[in-house]
């Protein structure tokens, strides 16, 4: 079976731009979480979607957004692109959005550079 | 609100050597408690998890994690390590607040030398 699958792998965009990162959870999952994760740091959470409604959302700027599609697969996007944005992004899925079904599931990642 | 600390940011141990990996957390309620491990450009890989019971918990690779309450620990043990096990290990501690979601510590890279 499939595992979470992120795409891009690896991105670059210019500072002010707009990026669009995209994840797709294990079959039967229906939560999906958003982390960044910068050089050198643990992951920090973005945002929470289950069923998709937001269920959690991180100490982000607006500037930040996603959502989930009825497949499940979600959206993260940012907008006004800074240098302090560039990180590896990761997307994790679960079956539900709460803790008793389990633990979350991660893809590898979409690695931005900012430039 | 929640934390976790892990003070070790590098750690060095001789393939075969013992290893214990140091996890502190901060968190009001009964906290569920998670160990990743990240090889370079890799995404996260549970390790194992404490959720209820047994505060002492197997993981994969040969991995235990032993739940000490009093001192708020998590730490993480593995009595041979392999030279594969060099990674990044992150502690983590999964919140009631919104869902499921973690709060990582910043990580403690492990390297392993022959």
């Known amino acids: 079976d499939a595992g979470v699958t992120q795409s891009p792998t690896h991105l670059i965009k210019t500072r002010g731009q707009h990026v669009t990162l995209r994840c797709s959870p294990i079959?039967?999952?229906?939560?999906v979480s958003w982390y960044q994760q910068v050089l050198g740091q643990g992951p920090q959470f973005i945002f929470q979607?289950?069923?998709?409604?937001?269920?959690g959302r991180g100490n982000f700027p607006d500037r930040f957004s996603a959502r989930q599609f009825p497949n499940y697969s979600s959206e993260l996007n940012v907008n006004a692109l800074l240098l302090g944005d560039s990180a590896l992004y990761l997307c994790?899925?679960?079956?539900?959005?709460?803790?008793?079904?389990?633990?979350?599931?991660f893809g590898e990642g979409s690695r931005l550079t900012v430039l | 609100a929640q934390s976790v600390t892990q003070p070790d940011i590098h750690i060095t141990v001789s393939e075969g050597a013992s290893l214990e990996l140091r996890c502190n957390y901060s968190?009001?309620?009964?906290?569920?408690l998670f160990w990743y491990v990240q090889s370079p450009g890799q995404g996260l890989q549970l390790l194992l998890k404490?959720?209820?019971?047994?505060?002492l918990v197997q993981g994969i690779k040969g991995f235990e994690a032993e739940f000490k309450r009093s001192q708020s620990s998590f730490n993480l043990r593995k009595p041979s390590v392999h030279w594969s096990d060099a990674a990044e290990y992150f502690c983590?501690?999964?919140?009631?607040?919104?869902?499921?979601?973690?709060?990582f510590g910043a990580g403690t890279i492990l390297r392993v030398k022959s």
């Open positions: 994790a899925s679960s079956l539900r959005g709460v803790w008793v079904t389990g633990e979350l599931f």
């Open positions: 079959s039967g999952h229906k939560s």
């Open positions: 979607y289950y069923e998709k409604e937001e269920r």
């Open positions: 968190y009001g309620a009964t906290p569920y």
């Open positions: 404490y959720f209820s019971g047994d505060t």
């Open positions: 983590a501690v999964g919140t009631m607040e919104y869902g499921n979601k973690l709060v």
